[in-house]
């Protein structure tokens, strides 16, 4: 069984920058595509980013565009989210999601990833 553990969330000052980092284990192989989700209270989570196997491939929701950058080290079973020019209307539960092997679209919707991390915080003061 897969299993995803975010980190690197916390407090930051607008403008400022962070980098989450999602680690994989216990089955590797069955990780695919990479992403990032995010969701606000009272929310729906919503796409942020998504990776392919290969690094070229990438997708980014239209509010993170040229902000966010998502890569990822295959060697390492890494994933990571850069986030430059924060916003507070950045700040949510970040959550690192994978696809299972055989699924290698950059999906958008949570329904079409299969292992999930528990989620880090970032919170973006104005």
């Known amino acids: 069984q897969v299993q995803l553990v975010e980190s690197g969330g916390g407090l930051v000052q607008t403008g400022a920058s962070l980098r989450l980092s999602c680690a994989a284990s216990?089955?590797?192989?069955?990780?695919?595509?990479r992403a990032w989700f995010r969701q606000a209270p009272g929310k729906e989570r919503e796409f942020v980013a998504a990776?392919?196997?290969?690094?070229?491939?990438?997708k980014y929701a239209d509010s993170v565009k040229g902000r966010f950058t998502i890569s990822r080290d295959n060697a390492k079973n890494m994933a990571y989210l850069e986030m430059n020019s924060l916003k507070p209307e950045d700040t949510a539960v970040y959550y690192c999601?994978?696809?299972?092997?055989?699924?290698?679209?950059?999906?958008?919707?949570?329904?079409?990833?299969?292992?999930w991390g528990q989620g880090t915080q970032v919170t973006v003061s104005s």
């Open positions: 990776v392919g196997w290969s690094t070229d491939r990438t």
């Open positions: 999601a994978s696809t299972r092997w055989g699924r290698s679209a950059l999906y958008m919707t949570p329904i079409d990833y299969d292992y």
């Open positions: 216990g089955g590797t192989l069955g990780v695919f595509t």
